[in-house]
């Protein structure tokens, strides 16, 4: 079998050269385009439910939104943990799926079982999900800064512009935003007031409700022209508010918001703060990353994008970068990749002193680069990132790609000594092959197999160690392969000449 691979790719030279190509061509392609980060990912595949219940306790959320959706989603296929966590005015449930559960499957079902909840929760509580992210999705944060504007209108530029823009690159999932005062409309009622008025509180608040909206009409035509009738009421300031009717007095005269109750702007209850590097308060805003996606494109883009958006921004706010993990990743592969290099030149070098003869050394140098290469093309097929555990499993493998080919070069040199000129140059170079190349091909193949336990590893040993294993067993499988087909026509190409003994 293996004996007629090596036949078969002595005599189609072409097709063996041309598919080497596209397979080269495969990998670098695949070398730029495949996800970049600085480990794999660890966290656990997980949905979020986030309720908000507002102005109620612990105790109450707890037995009235946490418990039934917990254990709503206990019965969720495949979910193998579920946590609930409490807090005054909402809740957080997080469902954990088994290892290999795919997130947006996971995610529908979810949503699919909490579908059955609309009569077991309060009324006015939605249950909605988390974003569709891992539990490092967290890529970036930035801070605004501005000595011209307070926290308030950094907060609304953050919440009405930057975060809209950030959320279209491809590749977010969430733009978080963080610290400062978001801007509310505060109706203080007097109760003195409304007992002297004869109101309840309920009409109060049912009046506000309704304030707040237009009324649409019909069209009607006039001098062939078409105008549309409709009631202008929403609500752009503070005075607009306060002329709001919440009833009417004995005389017939309207009850006015003001009348009642003390209208005027601020910032809303907030339950913590974000500081920049203890010099005071800050806005800002988190940037998550979706699930699958490339966190250092990702990154970059948001990066672009941000800069795009401080055009649109009053003249003196800037922003700066509070976290970057680009700056991790690249640092990580940067450094690994600096050593594959000189594992590379160190193994050319090597194999040029040992061989002392460059022609024979280039055909183990060759094959290095496009086993490397195809590993590249199956984990950007597989969807595996580059990273430092995916590069290590291919620099572990470095030393031990070029060995068969090493022992068919000095295979052939023997043979070429010893017939003296009396075979064609190709025909030695078939024998030489054939005598070695399947022994040489098995030996790899024992090598490549050793990693095999490593695939048993589940939880996150399991997703740490899988990439190097990954990696190492392509690197070698590729290695082995591209011994049998592509070593035996490069040194038919390349071992000629005076070969020293």
């Known amino acids: 079998m293996l004996q007629r691979i090596i036949d078969f790719s002595l005599r189609n030279k072409f097709i063996v050269l041309a598919a080497t190509v596209a397979l080269v061509l495969g990998g670098v392609y695949s070398v730029r385009n495949i996800p970049l980060d600085a480990i794999p990912d660890l966290s656990d595949v997980q949905v979020i439910v986030f309720t908000e219940y507002p102005g109620q306790a612990p105790r109450i959320v707890e037995d009235q939104v946490t418990y039934p959706i917990t254990t709503k989603m206990l019965a969720v296929p495949y979910a193998k943990v579920v946590r609930g966590y409490s807090f005054f005015g909402f809740s957080f449930v997080y469902v954990i799926f088994e290892d290999g559960t ?246 050319a070098l090597v194999c040029i002193l040992f061989l002392l003869h460059f022609r024979s050394a280039l055909v183990a140098i060759l094959i290095l680069p496009t086993a490397v290469l195809a590993s590249f093309v199956i984990m950007h097929g597989q969807g595996i990132s580059s990273n430092i555990m995916s590069l290590g499993g291919i620099a572990i493998a470095i030393g031990a790609m070029v060995d068969a080919v090493i022992i068919m070069i000095e295979n052939a040199h023997k043979h070429m000594e010893h017939d003296g000129g009396k075979k064609p140059h190709w025909a030695i170079i078939r024998d030489a092959s054939i005598e070695v190349g399947p022994t040489l091909f098995y030996s790899l193949l024992v090598i490549t197999v050793s990693f095999l336990p490593v695939f048993t590893l589940q939880a996150q040993e399991g997703r740490l160690f899988k990439p190097l294993a990954f990696t190492k067993t392509y690197s070698m499988a590729a290695a082995a392969l591209l011994s049998i087909t592509l070593a035996p026509i490069l040194m038919g190409f390349f071992i000629r000449g005076k070969i020293p003994p």
Request: glycine letters at 10%.
């Open 102 to 347: 795919d997130l947006y499957w996971a995610r529908s079902r979810v949503l699919e079982y909490l579908s059955g909840l609309s009569g077991s929760l309060p009324r006015g509580v939605t249950p909605t999900l988390g974003p569709d992210a891992t539990g490092v999705g967290w890529a970036f944060m930035y801070s605004l800064q501005s000595d011209k504007y307070d926290l308030q209108e950094l907060r609304s530029m953050q919440d009405w512009y930057l975060k809209y823009k950030l959320m279209a690159v491809d590749g977010v999932s969430e733009v978080a935003s963080i610290g400062g005062f978001v801007k509310q409309y505060q109706v203080t009622v007097d109760p003195v007031k409304l007992r002297a008025y004869n109101l309840p509180l309920s009409k109060v608040r049912m009046a506000v409700q309704r304030s707040n909206g237009e009324v649409g009409g019909r069209t009607i035509e006039l001098s062939e022209r078409e105008f549309i009738l409709r009631v202008k009421g929403y609500i752009t300031d503070v005075e607009d508010l306060r002329q709001v009717a919440v009833g009417v007095g004995e005389n017939g005269s309207p009850i006015l918001l003001r009348d009642v109750a003390t209208v005027q702007l601020g910032p809303e209850m907030r339950r913590g703060i974000a500081e920049w590097n203890g010099e005071g308060e800050t806005v800002g805003g988190v940037v998550v990353v979706r699930y699958g996606a490339n966190p250092r494109k990702v990154i970059s883009d948001v990066k672009q994008s941000l800069d795009d958006a401080m055009k649109g921004l009053p003249e003196g706010v800037t922003y700066k970068v509070g976290y970057d993990r680009s700056a991790l990743i690249d640092r990580a592969v940067k450094t690994l990749e600096e050593k594959l290099i000189e594992e590379s030149v160190v193994v």
